[in-house]
């Protein structure tokens, strides 16, 4: 295991999973360091873990210019399946 590892989720509405529509090495960075961390280690996308086809997909199209969230844009409305 990875320190650190895990889906990414948001807590809106419900919750839910972000869509890796756009999503990049630079969309991963903002994210995280948006949480608090320094940046993204790595990434993948798809159905990684189990506990993700419990929620909805929430982001999509999370497109960034670089590793800082605004200059990030994105839609909370999506065109995605989990096994993306």
């Known amino acids: 295991d990875t ?3 895990g889906i990414l989720g ?3 509405g419900d919750g839910g999973t ?3 529509d756009y999503f990049t090495e630079d969309s991963a ?3 995280c360091r948006e ?3 320094m940046g993204q280690m790595s990434w993948t996308s798809g159905n990684k873990w189990g506990i993700q086809s419990n929620y909805d997909i929430t982001l999509d199209d999370v497109s960034c ?3 800082e969230w605004s200059l ?3 839609s909370l409305s999506n065109n995605c399946d989990h096994s993306k």
């Open 72 to 74: 990030c844009t994105f």
């Open 35 to 37: 949480m608090g961390y």
């Open 3 to 5: 320190i650190g590892a």
């Open 10 to 12: 948001l807590l809106i």
């Open 29 to 31: 960075d903002a994210i």
């Open 65 to 67: 210019r670089s590793g």
């Open 18 to 20: 972000v869509c890796n």
